[in-house]
């Protein structure tokens, strides 16, 4: 049974910055791309970040360009986003996510595993 916890998230002032991290676990991660969604309050869930199966394809969300870098550790089964300057508006509960089928990339990657999220607060 696949397996995702987050961590990491909190109350931070704006122009903060916070790591998440995601562990995996329930089978190897190494083939699947894996990436990060945020639903705030009222809105519906929507992508922030992904990285590909191999590691060195990423993809950023409008929102985060240039202040938010994903990355995974394979030997770890470990995702993370680090997430800079951050504004009140990336207020919302981030979840991670892992791609069902192997060997795809974001935007063909079939996200089926969800962690139960981490709640981000940023104070203006």
């Known amino acids: 049974q696949v397996q995702l916890v987050e961590s990491g998230g909190g109350l931070v002032q704006a122009g903060g910055s916070l790591r998440l991290s995601c562990a995996a676990s329930?089978?190897?991660?190494?083939?699947?791309?894996m990436g990060w969604f945020r639903q705030a309050p009222g809105k519906e869930r929507e992508f922030v970040a992904a990285i590909g199966w191999r590691g060195e394809s990423t993809h950023y969300a409008d929102p985060g360009k240039g202040r938010v870098t994903i990355s995974r550790d394979k030997a770890k089964n470990t995702v993370y986003l680090q997430m800079n300057s951050l504004k009140p508006a990336d207020t919302a509960v981030y979840y991670c996510t892992a791609a069902s089928s192997p060997f795809r990339s974001y935007p063909r990657a079939d996200f089926g595993s969800w962690g139960q999220g981490t709640q981000v607060t940023v104070s203006s």
């Open positions: 329930g089978r190897t991660f190494s083939n699947y791309a």
